[in-house]
T-cell receptor, first 115, second 113 residues
């Protein structure tokens, strides 16, 4: 069974460019979560999505950040006009339907560096 | 009110010793408390989790102790091994609402041979 897959694993962008991070959940999982980990800090929740729906985006910055989880294909976290403060590790997690739906399984992360 | 506070920030333990990491929360609506282990360059991996209707859960060398009245929970690693050296995060969640995990700040554990 493949776990959560994220790509790219490392991404370098210059200030003002766009960053697009992809997450493929565990097969059969329909809940996806994005978290951000700044250097020397814990993980901070960003957004929770189910197929084609944003359930909770209370942790997303109001501007430049967006997320989607289409009916087909991976979940995408998009950061427009990146700034140095966006440099962080971005983790995606997924969970299944049913009683275990709160057990979140994390991917290896995408490490974004903004020059 | 949605914070989870974790201590210590770092911990050094001798091989074979007991590692203890503590967490405290404020919001009594939290009802699912997982612990995650993270190695450098990797994503967090679920280690063990507990719901507040039990006071203790044990899986192998890992035990969660839960004190509902004090709003505290802790991870005990018995017979600590160098391979346990990693960063450990406690977290909290509203079980019946899915959604976001609220993480503690993390504890960097180093087990010396």
């Amino acid at each position: 069974n493949a776990g959560v897959m994220q790509n790219p694993r490392h991404l370098v962008r210059r200030r003002g460019q766009e960053a697009r991070l992809r997450c493929s959940p565990v097969k059969g999982h329909s809940h996806v979560y994005w978290y951000r980990q700044l250097p020397e800090e814990g993980l901070k929740f960003m957004v929770y999505l189910q197929k084609e729906n944003i359930i909770d985006e209370s942790g997303m910055p109001k501007e430049r950040f967006s997320a989607e989880f289409p009916k087909e294909g991976p979940s995408i976290l998009r950061i427009q006009q990146v700034v140095r403060g966006d440099s962080a590790a971005y983790f995606c997690a997924s969970s299944p339907e049913g009683p275990s739906y709160n057990e979140q399984f994390f991917g290896p992360g995408t490490r974004l560096t903004v020059l | 009110q949605q914070q989870v506070k974790q201590s210590p920030q770092s911990l050094i333990v001798q091989k074979g010793g007991i590692s203890i990491i503590n967490c405290a929360y404020e919001n009594t609506a939290f009802d699912y408390f997982p612990w995650y282990q993270q190695f450098p360059g990797k994503g967090p991996a679920l280690l063990i989790a507990i719901r507040p209707d039990v006071s203790e859960k044990k899986e192998g060398r890992f035990t969660i102790s839960f004190n509902k009245s004090a709003k505290q929970f802790s991870l005990h690693i018995m017979d600590s091994q160098p391979g346990d050296s990693a960063t450990y995060f406690c977290a909290a969640l509203f079980y019946n609402q899915g959604g976001k995990l609220i993480f503690g700040q993390g504890t960097e554990l180093s087990v010396k041979p």
